[in-house]
């Protein structure tokens, strides 16, 4: 399983950006996927998840409402649109992959998952 995240750059508060994640070793369709970030001297924290079925999507409160997941299972990618960005978005964002489905609750905890993407670098300047 290969992960591969891109889409980061600088933009300035209020704009968007899309980041998107490829699979090139199984189907996303499996078991889902999820985005965290990590800011710097802070802790790598839950952004977003989706069901292996492209729904069901999960969100942290502070992208709730501006960020949305979504699945393209025969590209086996998934774009996580970002906008009305804030500099406290501004962090290393890494898509990961469990291996094994997920229940709900257990989705935000970054332990559950097996596969992990480089990270693709958001800057929002102010």
């Known amino acids: 399983v290969q992960l591969q995240a891109s889409g980061g750059g600088l933009v300035q508060a209020g704009d968007f950006l899309t980041l998107s994640c490829r699979d090139s070793?199984?189907?996303?369709?499996?078991?889902?996927m999820a985005w965290f970030r990590q800011a710097p001297g802070k802790e790598r924290e839950f952004v977003s998840a989706?069901?292996?079925?492209?729904?069901?999507?999960q969100y942290s409160d502070s992208v709730k409402d501006r960020f949305t997941l979504s699945m393209n299972s025969a590209k086996n990618m998934v774009y996580l649109q970002m906008t009305n960005l804030k500099p406290e978005d501004t962090a290393l964002y890494y898509c990961?992959?469990?291996?094994?489905?997920?229940?709900?609750?257990?989705?935000?905890?970054?332990?559950?998952?097996?596969?992990w993407g480089q990270g693709t670098q958001v800057t929002v300047s102010s």
């Open positions: 070793g199984r189907a996303f369709s499996f078991y889902g």
């Open positions: 990961a992959g469990p291996n094994k489905i997920l229940e709900d609750g257990a989705r935000i905890y970054e332990s559950n998952y097996d596969f």
């Open positions: 989706i069901h292996w079925s492209g729904g069901r999507q």
